[in-house]
């Protein structure tokens, strides 16, 4: 399973949803779904301007769970 913690950098960040809204020019209610980690899939580009708006790394947002471990 593949977790987003979007959540997490975006309060590193000290960012709200609406900023990273406009930064990385996507919906609120697509944001939204990534935050919440209801996402099917996500687009490299929108990886890459979320990436740029919060200063980090990819790792820093999608951790891989093993599920038969947890």
Not at 3 to 28: C, F, H, P, Q, Y
Not at 54 to 67: A, G, N, P
Request: charged share 35%; with cysteine; proline share 0%.
């Amino acid at each position: 399973m593949i977790r987003i913690n979007l959540d997490v950098m975006m309060a590193k960040r000290k960012m709200s949803l609406n900023e990273l809204s406009e930064k990385v020019g996507i919906t609120l209610a697509n944001l939204s779904i990534l935050k919440n980690n209801k996402a099917k899939a996500i687009r490299f580009s929108t990886l890459d301007a979320i990436c740029r708006a919060l200063d980090c790394r990819v790792e820093d947002i999608l951790e891989y769970i093993d599920e038969e471990e947890s």
